[in-house]
């Protein structure tokens, strides 16, 4: 599932899900349900601040796992 808006036009926006086609190094290749064709999703990078003059740079893919399992019980009486 994706976490971050990247193209909102195309659909790649918060909580698009998808399936993982392909891992890479820099990037993450993705086929998305509602689009055609699969995206290239590359590390977004966050700098949050420590104090006046230290910074922390992060870089993370914007993607979380997201398993969904579908159990269907039938009460038989």
Do not use: W
């Not at 820099?26 to 064709?37: A, G, L, P, Q, Y």
């Amino acid at each position: 599932m994706l976490r971050r808006n990247i193209d909102v036009p195309l659909g790649l926006v918060n909580n698009a899900i998808g399936t993982v086609m392909g891992i890479f190094a820099s990037r993450i290749s993705i086929n998305f349900d509602h689009i055609d064709v699969t995206c290239d999703i590359e590390r977004f990078t966050s700098r949050y601040m420590l104090s006046k003059n230290l910074y922390v740079l992060r870089k993370q893919f914007p993607l979380i796992l997201m398993l969904l399992l579908f159990i269907n019980v039938r009460a038989s009486r």
